[in-house]
């Protein structure tokens, strides 16, 4: 069989950024048909790589070349009308525009020099059917679940002939059902020729979706493998190159003291929810995207504010109307959406771990101790391992995985007796996932109490000494960590 030529061919590419050569003259060819992961640690350059292909941003050196002819002056504009396109993970979508308007935005067909709504609608329809979802083309993106505004992204890209298709992380939000479909679609662009780039941190997907892995590795190319000859074991060596030893630490739990008691909690979002949490413990929340955990978090925060109910840690009964009240109860809260709640992005990461913490760091009553803040905040650079030249850095020059570090250093600096962390491993590589668990034990190792939402399995199942499951707002169900599987999980968390 002749072997089909390369669609589009990355050559030598390096980008500069002071203090950090994020690509080191990297090459790689992507052919038609085919799904081929980038993989590798937080700040490897994945996203940057991407970037340049995109042309969001100009490589310092290197050449794009596009079926068979080099890109010159690329562009966010050129790279789209060439047939290339890309969703990220932060989506792109405006909530109050409808599903076809979302679709058409920036190219809204026009006759007689107004929009032509029909044709718009009629297109969209088209669009929809080929990826084989069943939603009316006016329904306000607002209204849609995640899963379905990710299919309304990839609808976006479809509305020009789409020859390249890259996606940067987009399975994190999504549940098993809606991944599932979100594997169909990717099939049936294979198989019209698409050409995919697919970046993730869970292998799983990878080696389900892809026929072809390269992998990137400080900045440097470091090897392309095809996914038939090749374990995740392998993988993960190759991107992280040291052995990483068992996943998951041992976490023993006796029960001992009750620090926190949530009592018929309820708000707009939830009802009636009630639980304890003990000294020691981990106390995992489960259920689907949607079900409420992450409501019932931020309104025992202070964040969102609560209707009737009762929050007692240690015996007392305590109010929190605004998330600084909960920081001054006692309460941290790692959020999941680390872009608009977690981090600053425009302030660096020593003022991003401090903040939430000042008091810790003061000297009498107005003097910050900057040599304190500068030992602590270098030491949970180094603990953490956040890639960065300085700690003086600005967060919004960090990989996504390191920004969501930051986060998590800022609230180890606090002084909390419970910590809640949603989705804290999202976006993490595998190495740095296995630092954060190694945290989670030194902080109820120290007697703290921590509450993880999480959509992983696995790492539910791991680390929690007792998983609560909700559904539509309630919690549906307990269960401990030794009589917990997956199945019953689920069972659980759909009624
Ligand atoms: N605008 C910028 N200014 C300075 N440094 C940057 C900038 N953008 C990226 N970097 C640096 O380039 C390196 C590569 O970052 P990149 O975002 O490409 O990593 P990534 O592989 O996508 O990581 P992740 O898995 O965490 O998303 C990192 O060290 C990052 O801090
Ligand atoms: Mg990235």
Redesign the pocket.
Known sequence: MEKTKPILELKEIK?V???????NGVSIDFYPGEAHA?C????????????CITGA?KPTEGRIVFKGEEVTDNSPLKSMDLGISAIYQEFNLIPFLSVAENIFYGNYPTRKGLVDFDKMEKESERILEYLGVDISVKTLVKDLSIGYQQIVEIAKSLVKDVKVLIM??PSAPLTNNELKYLFEIVKKLKSDGVSIIY?S?RLEEVFMLCEKISV?RD?NYVKSMDVADTTEEELIRTMVDRDLGEQYPEVPYKKSDKVLEVKNLTNKYVKDVSFSAYKGEILGFAGLVGAGRTEVMRAIFGADPIKTGEIILENQKIVNRTPKDGIQNGIGLLTEDRKTQGAILGMTIRENITYANLEGFSKGKFFVDQKKEMNDVTEYQKTLNI???SVE??V?????????KVVLAKWLATNCKVLIFDEPTR???VGAKQEIYAIMKELVDAGKVVIMISSEMPELMCMSHRIIVMHEGRISGEILKSEATQEKILEMASH
């Open positions: 980008k950024y002071p203090g950090v050569t994020a690509l980038i590798g640690e937080n700040g490897a350059g994945k996203s940057t790589f991407i970037k941003i940067d992380e970046i941190h990137l900045g890639k960065t030249p850095q600005k919004k020059n960090l990989s996504g995985g390191n920004q969501q976006g993490i590589d």
